[in-house]
């Protein structure tokens, strides 16, 4: 969508930073890694925070950190020479365990009904399903839709921020309930534009 778009731009911006990260003698697959790692303090926090707005604000943070460090490791391993087959599919993996520890963090710390956050959840686990399926079938990795990954981040942590400034319910949801509530939908739905984009180019 959006913010995927923006890919050209962010890496100018990023790509000095990678160098710097890269000529320190560290790795991708430890940039993955921390990115993991920060995505699971996250969900752990959205999970305990018991509706305190500056632990959620903490967690939003920490998402920015995950969304940061999963840009980061794709741009070291290019300027290193190293892209590999195997980088790629763990940079995968640790973005599906991201996702889920992240949102399954907030519908289970209670912003939300667990039914709307299941919901939510499988449209995403879906959306990239599809999205490296287009590439499993040789048709490149497929990106569009109206709500790919960098939008959820971006969505994670503005509503981490808006919550923070105002905890209190509209129609009976907070920020981060109707946060879960447009990621949940928006997903279903570009799950069907990805099949559909997919179905079309395999006639």
Do not use: E
Not at 12 to 27: E, N, Q, R
Not at 97 to 121: H, L, N, T
């Amino acid at each position: 969508m959006t913010f995927n778009a923006l890919r050209p731009v962010a890496s100018k911006v990023l790509d000095p930073i990678a160098k710097v990260l890269a000529d320190a003698g560290i790795s991708p697959n430890a940039i993955s890694m921390l990115s993991l790692l920060f995505a699971v303090f996250s969900g752990f926090l959205f999970y305990y925070s018991d509706f305190d707005p500056l632990l959620v604000l903490v967690a939003g943070l920490l998402v920015a950190f995950n969304s940061f460090l999963d840009a980061m490791d794709g741009l070291m391993a290019r300027y290193l020479n190293i892209a590999s087959a195997r980088g790629d599919f763990l940079d995968h993996v640790i973005d599906r365990y991201s996702d889920v520890f992240i949102i399954c963090g907030i519908f289970f710390g209670g912003y939300v009904d667990w039914q709307i956050g299941v919901a939510a959840i499988v449209g995403v686990l879906l959306t990239s399903y599809l999205g490296t399926q287009a590439q499993a079938l040789q048709l490149g990795r497929y990106y569009g839709g109206i709500i790919g990954r960098a939008d959820r981040l971006v969505l994670i942590m503005l509503s981490s921020v808006v919550y923070f400034v105002y905890s209190g319910t509209i129609y009976g949801f907070s920020a981060l309930g109707w946060m879960i509530i447009v990621i949940g939908a928006g997903s279903h739905i570009t799950a069907f534009q990805r099949i559909a984009h997919i179905w079309k180019q395999l006639g």
